[in-house]
């Protein structure tokens, strides 16, 4: 016989152990008592604007039935203010539901920034609240009964533990359909807050007589106190549509025909401009009762007495549906900022026709028998340059442009390659212009403006990446051309590299310098090789000279490298160095007399030498300098020798202007604060001696005097290698990425881009408008393009064989552009707002400065005005009787939706001072609670058939009714 098991223990159940739903209740509360759900403190004003509030969302996770559930606390961030806080009579989440001002705020479908309120706020008027839903909402909703009450449960048992003062929702069903259940505690009262709709529903529910007897019936008792109603009526209004078509330069030309209209632009027309086809301005009027007793309207199937003509309060919202083809534009450039692609990848290699060292040999190696090899420039010459380059010398560059299309956008940025086919000469550009706005772009007008905005519209209607590596390599190829001819490139302001530029324009100041150097040096030697003597001589300057100038004034003197190259050439070397054997003391490259002072120790006149100027250097080299000496340190002595270059040249040419001059006399023309005056006790006279660091032993200032040799400026070697900076110029252009020529060329894009649409108001007659907003959206332009900074780029392989003149080593890190992209975008949607309310009916006839001033309160309030109740003084008294105008008659078939916001209870505040409403819950009675009315609250939309009720009762848990 098998023996017998006792098996009662395999089927005890321990009932102590915690179920799921008393473990939820743990973490909930836990989180609640985190969350300080009972904190009656800091809720703000009295009653506050949903659509102008800021929130604050705290959101956790908890696991419940083995699935995640998100809880979410939305919190208003207000001012403090005078709200009541009354113990155990009006809660706050009470005085929001009793809240006649914050009842019927902007309509949820004309806000396009709806997402950013959440339903329950606008529905409610609820300043915080919490949510739960479902972690994973597309696949596990809340759709059963159980699990309505495993949740509701929890949240009342957990609400009343924690004092909660803050209502609890429950997202139950599709999240899109917005159904929600909630409950709200105090210590004595309970709101249940429910949501219902209906597809069809009965047509006594469509009115507010039905609502208002259906209201009634859901009350704990009965009332004899008349319920408090908010009426809003909004009507769909026709659709405003303006034609405006796409113009883009150099490719179409906008149809015009009556039913479009054509922007006006007189500048900047290498952008595209215009709005797309389905842009509109959708409509929306609606008229609203705040406050009504519940007998005092008729609003039944039969008849009603909610029409627009006796309603106390109306407004007119206009919803803006624009795309701009500039906005476009910008966009799709912006797409460039991370592209890495290289201009080889589109247009291959060695696209800018510069010799290789497969070819010719190392190129830096060639640029010293380049120098001097050129002839001055003549009009033949450039006239063949020209001619070569516009009849397709050089080979075509593969894209998607064909050379009908490429060359007037070359002629447009380079004028002086076909001038009788330039489409716009370039104006004057001054250096000294002063931007008011300090942004570090370039002149307005300028090539690097017009190169910026052709490669945007190239980017985005011509063909892509491939059309702007086309358009870029041809440009760069082009300047390499204009550099081989030494013409100066146009556009560009006069002058140094001026750092408060962007680095673009410093480059292409930079190369006209190198081509402007080039130029005069070449015209010197020319001089010497047909005059057969050289070009710089003794300066002669008689004992009548008064000339106290001690500035160094432009001249014409060159200079030359010193190299073996140039030593075989006997008309540039040879004879000024016979010239000077024969005769060491012949004073050479004289300026002037330097304020009739004589040598010391001598009766001969000082005379201020010709001096090399300083090498210029653009933003990237200074920073590559200030950054060697950061890391070598001040007492290097290669920066000594870096630092001293140019006091070598300025002490040999000194020598060589006055040679029997002595240190002390440098000193007195080269650091006149080191001459310093002094009274001999002696002679009872004034003297002069050198500063006492100029009397230091081993000082820098006499080692140069003394090792420096007698040189005039014409034969000493190049502080500024004009060729060689020029090609590292040229490369650096040639080397950038889609990326990098992005960040080149940002800023003088915005600029322009706004520019363009200040000129499209101005012609437009709205300038004034839109003052504010350009100058701030400049203002942000202008510290977008300070905070870009230059940072030492990762090297990368070249993709070329051939070697790189001084590859830049550093790069532009740009701040994010997209807030200035969409605030343009918002200005060119304001625009076309603006065009379409000129274009209502009675409007478009009104004096300017009345349209503007209604114009400036739409703007203002976020896309509304008012309509009714116009007073005749103020400057929107016209406008708005024409808009009143417009709503005069039968309106049934344009009826959009109907909103009936129902209350009864105590606090309900309307038009009420803080001040009273602390008053009155002050004399609220702190026992005997069964007097005290619940506050009750119905919401009803009507749209069509459809009806969506949003109810928030309550019922005392002291004393059951």
Same mark, same amino acid.
């Given at each position: 016989?098998?023996?017998?098991?006792? *098996?009662?223990?395999?089927?005890?159940?321990?009932?102590?152990?915690?179920?799921?739903?008393?473990?939820?209740?743990?973490?909930?509360?836990?989180?609640?008592?985190?969350?300080?759900?009972?904190?009656?403190?800091?809720?703000?004003?009295?009653?506050?604007?949903?659509?102008?509030?800021?929130?604050?969302?705290?959101?956790?996770?908890?696991?419940?039935?083995?699935?995640?559930?998100?809880?979410?606390?939305?919190?208003?961030?207000?001012?403090?203010?005078?709200?009541?806080?009354?113990?155990?009579?009006?809660?706050?989440?009470?005085?929001?539901?009793?809240?006649?001002?914050?009842?019927?705020?902007?309509?949820?479908?004309?806000?396009?920034?709806?997402?950013?309120?959440?339903?329950?706020?606008?529905?409610?008027?609820?300043?915080?609240?919490?949510?739960?839903?479902?972690?994973?909402?597309?696949?596990?909703?809340?759709?059963?009964?159980?699990?309505?009450?495993?949740?509701?449960?929890?949240?009342?048992?957990?609400?009343?533990?924690?004092?909660?003062?803050?209502?609890?929702?429950?997202?139950?069903? *599709?999240?899109?359909?917005?159904?929600?259940?909630?409950?709200?505690?105090?210590?004595?009262?309970?709101?249940?807050?429910?949501?219902?709709?209906?597809?069809?529903?009965?047509?006594?529910?469509?009115?507010?007589?039905?609502?208002?007897?259906?209201?009634?019936?859901?009350?704990?008792? $009965?009332?004899?106190?008349?319920?408090?109603?908010?009426?809003?009526?909004?009507?769909?209004?026709?659709?405003?549509?303006?034609?405006?078509?796409?113009?883009?330069?150099?490719?179409?030309?906008?149809?015009?025909?009556?039913?479009?209209?054509?922007?006006?632009?007189?500048?900047?027309?290498?952008?595209?401009?215009?709005?797309?086809?389905?842009?509109?301005?959708?409509?929306?009027?609606?008229?609203?009762?705040?406050?009504?007793?519940?007998?005092?309207?008729?609003?039944?199937?039969?008849?009603?007495?909610?029409?627009?003509?006796?309603?106390?309060?109306?407004?007119?919202?206009?919803?803006?549906?624009? $795309?701009?083809?500039?906005?476009?534009?910008?966009?799709?450039?912006?797409?460039?900022?991370?592209?890495?692609?290289?201009?080889?990848?589109?247009? &291959?290699?060695?696209?800018?026709?510069?010799?290789?060292?497969?070819?010719?040999?190392?190129?830096?190696?060639?640029?010293?028998?380049?120098?001097?090899?050129?002839?001055?420039?003549?009009?033949?010459?450039?006239?063949?340059?020209?001619?070569?380059?516009?009849? &397709?010398?050089?080979?075509?560059?593969?894209?998607?442009?064909?050379?009908?299309?490429?060359?007037?956008?070359?002629?447009?940025?380079?004028?002086?390659?076909?001038?009788?086919?330039?489409?716009?000469?370039?104006?004057?550009?001054?250096?000294?212009?002063?931007?008011?706005?300090?942004?570090?772009?370039?002149?307005?007008?300028?090539?690097?403006?017009?190169?910026?905005?052709?490669?945007?519209?190239?980017?985005?209607?011509?063909?892509?990446?491939?059309?702007?590596?086309?358009?870029?390599?041809?440009?760069?190829?082009?300047?390499?051309?204009?550099?081989?001819?030494?013409?100066?490139?146009?556009?560009?302001?006069?002058?140094?590299?001026?750092?408060?530029?962007?680095?673009?324009?410093?480059?292409?100041?930079?190369?006209?310098?190198?081509?402007?150097?080039?130029?005069?040096?070449?015209?010197?030697?020319?001089?010497?090789?047909?005059?057969?003597?050289?070009?710089?001589?003794?300066?002669?300057?008689?004992?009548?000279? *008064?000339?106290?100038?001690?500035?160094?004034?432009?001249?014409?003197?060159?200079?030359?490298?010193?190299?073996?190259?140039?030593?075989?050439?006997?008309?540039?070397?040879?004879?000024?160095?016979?010239?000077?054997?024969?005769?060491?003391?012949?004073?050479?490259?004289?300026?002037?007399?330097?304020?009739?002072?004589?040598?010391?120790?001598?009766?001969?006149?000082?005379?201020?030498?010709?001096?090399?100027?300083?090498?210029?250097?653009?933003?990237?080299?200074?920073?590559?300098?200030?950054?060697?000496?950061?890391?070598?340190?001040?007492?290097?002595?290669?920066?000594?020798?870096?630092?001293?270059?140019?006091?070598?040249?300025?002490?040999?040419?000194?020598?060589?202007?006055?040679?029997?001059?002595?240190?002390?006399?440098?000193?007195?023309?080269?650091?006149?604060?080191?001459?310093?005056?002094?009274?001999?006790?002696?002679?009872?006279?004034?003297?002069?001696?050198?500063?006492?660091?100029?009397?230091?032993?081993?000082?820098?200032?006499?080692?140069?005097?003394?090792?420096?040799?007698?040189?005039?400026?014409?034969?000493?070697?190049?502080?500024?290698?004009?060729?060689?900076?020029?090609?590292?110029?040229?490369?650096?252009?040639?080397?950038?990425?889609?990326?990098?020529?992005?960040?080149?060329?940002?800023?003088?894009?915005?600029?322009?881009?706004?520019?363009?649409?200040?000129?499209?108001?101005?012609?437009?007659?709205?300038?004034?408008?839109?003052?504010?907003?350009?100058?701030?959206?400049?203002?942000?332009?202008?510290?977008?393009?300070?905070?870009?900074?230059?940072?030492?780029?990762?090297?990368?392989?070249?993709?070329?064989?051939?070697?790189?003149?001084?590859?830049?080593?550093?790069?532009?890190?740009?701040?994010?552009?997209?807030?200035?992209?969409?605030?343009?975008?918002?200005?060119?949607?304001?625009?076309?707002?603006?065009?379409?309310?000129?274009?209502?009916?009675?409007?478009?006839?009104?004096?300017?400065?009345?349209?503007?001033?209604?114009?400036?309160?739409?703007?203002?309030?976020?896309?509304?005005?008012?309509?009714?109740?116009?007073?005749?003084?103020?400057?929107?008294?016209?406008?708005?009787?024409?808009?009143?105008?417009?709503?005069?008659?039968?309106?049934?078939?344009?009826?959009?939706?109907?909103?009936?916001?129902?209350?009864?209870?105590?606090?309900?505040?309307?038009?009420?001072?803080?001040?009273?409403?602390?008053?009155?819950?002050?004399?609220?009675?702190?026992?005997?609670?069964?007097?005290?009315?619940?506050?009750?609250?119905?919401?009803?939309?009507?749209?069509?058939?459809?009806?969506?009720?949003?109810?928030?009762?309550?019922?005392?848990?002291?004393?059951?009714?």
């Amino acid at each position: 016989m098998a023996e017998e098991i006792d *098996d009662n223990g395999f089927y005890r159940e321990d009932f102590s152990a915690e179920s799921d739903w008393e473990v939820f209740n743990a973490q909930l509360g836990d989180l609640f008592q985190r969350w300080e759900l009972s904190n009656e403190n800091d809720w703000g004003d009295a009653s506050f604007n949903v659509n102008n509030t800021k929130w604050q969302i705290d959101e956790e996770q908890l696991e419940v039935l083995g699935k995640p559930m998100t809880v979410k606390y939305y919190k208003a961030l207000l001012e403090p203010g005078t709200c009541s806080k009354s113990a155990n009579v009006t809660p706050q989440f009470h005085q929001d539901l009793m809240c006649v001002k914050s009842t019927l705020d902007q309509p949820t479908f004309l806000d396009e920034k709806a997402n950013d309120v959440h339903y329950l706020a606008r529905m409610y008027g609820l300043r915080r609240f919490v949510v739960m839903h479902p972690s994973q909402l597309q696949n596990h909703y809340l759709t059963n009964t159980s699990k309505f009450s495993f949740f509701l449960s929890s949240i009342s048992v957990v609400a009343a533990e924690v004092c909660s003062a803050v209502p609890i929702f429950l997202h139950i069903h *599709d999240p899109k359909w917005n159904f929600f259940l909630g409950i709200g505690m105090s210590s004595y009262m309970r709101t249940n807050f429910h949501s219902v709709a209906l597809e069809q529903a009965p047509a006594e529910y469509l009115y507010l007589s039905g609502l208002v007897k259906m209201f009634k019936e859901k009350l704990p008792r $009965n009332h004899d106190k008349p319920a408090v109603v908010s009426v809003r009526i909004t009507y769909a209004m026709d659709t405003v549509k303006l034609r405006v078509p796409m113009y883009v330069p150099f490719g179409m030309t906008p149809v015009v025909d009556e039913e479009r209209s054509v922007i006006e632009v007189s500048q900047f027309t290498a952008l595209p401009h215009g709005y797309f086809p389905g842009s509109n301005t959708t409509m929306f009027a609606t008229f609203t009762w705040p406050e009504l007793m519940d007998n005092m309207f008729i609003d039944s199937p039969l008849q009603t007495q909610f029409i627009p003509s006796k309603a106390p309060c109306g407004k007119l919202y206009q919803t803006v549906h624009a $795309n701009s083809y500039l906005t476009a534009c910008l966009k799709d450039y912006y797409n460039l900022i991370t592209a890495k692609n290289t201009l080889e990848s589109y247009v &291959g290699r060695n696209f800018s026709g510069a010799t290789t060292m497969a070819e010719e040999g190392n190129p830096l190696d060639q640029l010293g028998g380049k120098i001097g090899s050129h002839r001055p420039q003549t009009k033949q010459y450039a006239d063949n340059t020209q001619q070569a380059t516009s009849s &397709g010398g050089q080979s075509k560059l593969p894209g998607p442009m064909k050379e009908y299309e490429l060359n007037p956008m070359l002629y447009y940025l380079l004028p002086n390659i076909k001038p009788d086919l330039a489409l716009f000469l370039y104006e004057m550009l001054s250096k000294d212009k002063i931007d008011p706005h300090r942004i570090k772009s370039a002149e307005s007008d300028s090539l690097v403006y017009r190169l910026s905005c052709l490669l945007a519209t190239v980017h985005a209607h011509f063909g892509g990446k491939s059309g702007f590596a086309q358009l870029y390599a041809a440009f760069t190829r082009e300047l390499r051309q204009l550099w081989e001819s030494c013409t100066p490139i146009p556009g560009v302001a006069p002058g140094l590299p001026d750092t408060r530029t962007c680095l673009l324009h410093q480059k292409l100041q930079m190369l006209n310098v190198c081509i402007e150097k080039r130029l005069q040096r070449e015209k010197g030697i020319a001089a010497k090789t047909e005059g057969g003597m050289a070009m710089h001589t003794v300066e002669l300057v008689t004992d009548d000279d *008064d000339d106290d100038d001690d500035e160094d004034d432009d001249t014409n003197e060159e200079f030359y490298d010193l190299t073996e190259e140039d030593s075989d050439d006997p008309t540039e070397v040879a004879k000024p160095k016979e010239d000077n054997s024969k005769n060491p003391l012949k004073a050479e490259g004289r300026l002037r007399r330097f304020k009739n002072l004589k040598l010391i120790g001598s009766d001969e006149y000082l005379y201020v030498p010709v001096t090399q100027d300083l090498a210029p250097k653009t933003e990237d080299q200074l920073q590559d300098a200030s950054d060697v000496m950061l890391k070598m340190g001040s007492d290097s002595e290669f920066i000594t020798d870096l630092m001293c270059s140019t006091v070598v040249s300025d002490a040999e040419a000194f020598k060589a202007a006055n040679p029997k001059a002595g240190f002390e006399d440098f000193i007195r023309w080269f650091s006149p604060n080191d001459w310093e005056e002094y009274w001999n006790e002696e002679t009872q006279e004034t003297g002069h001696k050198l500063s006492a660091r100029m009397q230091a032993a081993g000082n820098t200032w006499q080692k140069v005097w003394e090792q420096a040799k007698p040189v005039p400026a014409a034969r000493q070697k190049r502080l500024f290698d004009d060729t060689l900076e020029g090609y590292k110029i040229l490369n650096y252009l040639e080397s950038r990425n889609l990326g990098e020529i992005f960040g080149l060329t940002i800023v003088p894009l915005l600029h322009s881009s706004i520019l363009k649409l200040k000129d499209i108001f101005a012609n437009t007659q709205v300038l004034e408008l839109f003052t504010e907003t350009l100058d701030e959206i400049l203002a942000d332009l202008s510290r977008f393009s300070r905070d870009i900074e230059l940072v030492e780029a990762l090297p990368s392989p070249s993709s070329s064989e051939a070697p790189k003149i001084n590859e830049n080593k550093y790069t532009l890190q740009l701040p994010n552009p997209q807030p200035l992209l969409k605030k343009i975008e918002q200005l060119e949607r304001d625009y076309y707002h603006y065009k379409c309310f000129e274009c209502l009916p009675g409007v478009n006839g009104l004096p300017k400065a009345k349209l503007h001033s209604k114009f400036c309160e739409i703007l203002k309030n976020n896309g509304h005005c008012n309509i009714v109740n116009a007073a005749e003084d103020h400057d929107g008294g016209v406008v708005e009787q024409v808009l009143q105008s417009l709503f005069i008659g039968d309106m049934r078939e344009k009826l959009m939706s109907k909103d009936y916001v129902i209350r009864l209870g105590e606090g309900l505040v309307a038009d009420e001072s803080p001040k009273d409403v602390e008053a009155k819950d002050q004399q609220q009675p702190q026992a005997g609670f069964s007097n005290y009315l619940m506050p009750q609250f119905l919401r009803a939309i009507v749209t069509g058939e459809k009806l969506r009720l949003c109810g928030a009762f309550t019922e005392n848990t002291t004393f059951l009714d």
